[in-house]
Each structure stands twice: as structure tokens, then as C-alpha cells.
């Protein structure tokens, strides 16, 4: 599983992966968020999601850059030992390299607000609030 890292480490953007111990609990944390029944949010734990299937990457990029807080960190869950932390604006110019090596599903959770993504690797984007 250390794939995920040695692939985005390569792309040189300060990312801070987390131990061992605190990557379960981030993971732990962000699966509540993911549904168990399709690839996606879970919408008992979500509102207010908007889905976009990615056709054109310039298109979604401008999607996600409108729909996301740009302040702050996010905390990028892989497995419940691949967590990263990354300034927001940098996870924003780079999500298409973070995500399309992998080619699995993630979940970011944004550390100053209560917006959450989902990536599918069926090229899907969702994006909400964490009820609270």
C-alpha cells in the first residue's frame, strides 16, 4: 500500500502523511461519510451533495474549485493507513495528480469547514456538508 505515497511524493507538494495511529482515527472518522451500498457519500451523515461525473478535467476542476473552501488544510484518506494533510489551495491545483495514479476512491474532508469530497474511481466527484 505505500504505492499511494511513493506516487504522490513525487509530485513535490509538502504533503504530511500521518503515523499510523492517527491515520485509523482519520480514517475511521472519514468512512462514516462514505455510503456502504454504492460509491459515494452517505446521505444520512451528508447534505446538501452535488455529484459531478468528470467528462472534461478543465470542467471539473473549475467545479470543485467553485464548490470548495479554499483556506485551510484537508485531511485526503486513502486507507486506514494512507492519510495525508495538504494546504487546501495546493490540494486544489492538484487533485487530478493526486487521484488519477491511484485510480481507487478517496475521501477529503476539509479541516476549517465541514465540506467533504468523495472520489470515485469510476471518475466521480461528490461533494457536501457533514451534518453536524
Known amino acids: 500500500m505505500k504505492y499511494r505515497k511513493a506516487e504522490i511524493e513525487r509530485l513535490n507538494l509538502s504533503v504530511r502523511w500521518l503515523n499510523s495511529k492517527h ?3 482519520a480514517y475511521d472518522f472519514a468512512a462514516k461519510y462514505s455510503a456502504t451500498d454504492f460509491y459515494g457519500l452517505n446521505s444520512e451523515v451528508v447534505e446538501s451533495i452535488f455529484k459531478l461525473e468528470i467528462e472534461s478535467d ?13 483556506v ?7 486507507s486506514e493507513n494512507e492519510v495525508f494533510i495538504l494546504a487546501t489551495n495546493i ?7 493526486i487521484f488519477t495514479p491511484t485510480k481507487d ?21 461528490e461533494i457536501g456538508q457533514r451534518k453536524v
Do not use: C, P, R
Not at 58 to 70: P, V
Not at 105 to 125: C, I, K, P
Open 23 to 25: 491515520a485509523k482515527n
Open 58 to 70: 478543465s470542467i471539473a476542476d473549475a467545479w470543485l474549485k467553485s464548490n470548495f473552501n479554499t
Open 72 to 78: 485551510g488544510t484537508v485531511q485526503g484518506v486513502f
Open 91 to 97: 490540494f486544489l491545483d492538484a487533485w487530478q495528480d
Open 105 to 125: 476512491d478517496a475521501m477529503v474532508l476539509h479541516n476549517n469547514s465541514n465540506t467533504v469530497l468523495f472520489y470515485s474511481h469510476e471518475h466521480v466527484l
